[in-house]
């Protein structure tokens, strides 16, 4: 099993930058993708970025595009989203998540695609 703990949420003022972590573990852990959801109250899981693991290929959410940039350190297994220019549209809980499988690029944007997730951080950003 694949163990996802995400980390560095807070709350920021509009324009504010934070930067998120996901620590991952377990055992024989080789992600294909892995990639970065958020979920704001009332409003479904939605899609932030996603990045594969052996060559870094990055796919971003059109909402996010210019503002976030998604990287990994494969020697920590672990996984980063720095977030700039923030906007109280960015609040939600963020959630990290990985494939067990070969995806298209297609689906890597679908929440369905992704079998391990962690437990969410929160990012509130205030006007």
């Known amino acids: 099993q694949v163990q996802l703990v995400e980390s560095g949420g807070g709350l920021v003022q509009a324009g504010g930058s934070l930067r998120l972590s996901c620590a991952a573990s377990g055992r024989t852990f080789s992600p294909y993708v892995m990639g970065w959801f958020r979920q704001a109250p009332g409003k479904a899981r939605e899609f932030v970025s996603a990045?594969?693991?052996?060559?870094?290929?990055?796919y971003y959410a059109d909402s996010v595009k210019g503002r976030f940039t998604i990287s990994r350190d494969n020697a920590k297994n672990t996984m980063y989203l720095q977030m700039n220019s923030l906007t109280p549209e960015d609040t939600a809980v963020y959630y990290c998540?990985?494939?067990?499988?070969?995806?298209?690029?297609?689906?890597?944007?679908?929440?369905?695609?992704?079998?391990?997730w962690g437990q969410g951080t929160q990012v509130t950003v205030s006007s």
């Open positions: 998540a990985t494939t067990s499988r070969v995806v298209s690029s297609t689906q890597v944007t679908g929440v369905r695609s992704y079998d391990y």
């Open positions: 990045i594969s693991w052996s060559r870094g290929n990055t």
